[in-house]
């Protein structure tokens, strides 16, 4: 099993940066990729970023540009860097470990962006 923890988010104006952080523990070596959902009131959860063992990362058309997702593998932490957050970036985002065979969720943390 593995443990999510997030943390980070908040209240921020349009055109802003925020870092969100997740910190893994359990069977960490099973992982094979970390990465970012959001998921906004009334729509559909939407993958923002994903970081594969070996550095490859996928990130949503919505945020290409604008976000970096990361992973410090000695912390066993995943960041996701944003930047020109725009208010319809406002969502609860939700980091995930990849097992291959199961995924493992955090808990959420909610980003709210003001215009």
């Known amino acids: 099993q593995v443990q999510l923890v997030e943390s980070g988010g908040g209240l921020v104006q349009a055109g802003g940066s925020l870092r969100l952080s997740c910190v893994a523990s359990?069977?960490?070596?099973?992982?094979?990729?970390m990465g970012w959902y959001r998921q906004a009131p009334g729509k559909q959860r939407e993958l923002v970023a994903t970081?594969?063992?070996?550095?490859?990362?996928n990130y949503a058309d919505s945020v290409k540009g604008r976000f970096t997702v990361s992973r410090d593998n000695a912390r066993n932490t995943v960041y996701l860097q944003m930047s020109s957050l725009k208010p319809e970036d406002t969502a609860v985002y939700y980091c995930?470990?990849?097992?291959?065979?199961?995924?493992?969720w955090g808990q959420g943390t909610q980003v709210t962006v003001s215009s």
């Open positions: 995930f470990a990849d097992l291959y065979l199961d995924d493992y």
């Open positions: 359990g069977s960490i070596s099973s992982i094979h990729a």
């Open positions: 970081i594969f063992n070996g550095g490859r990362t």
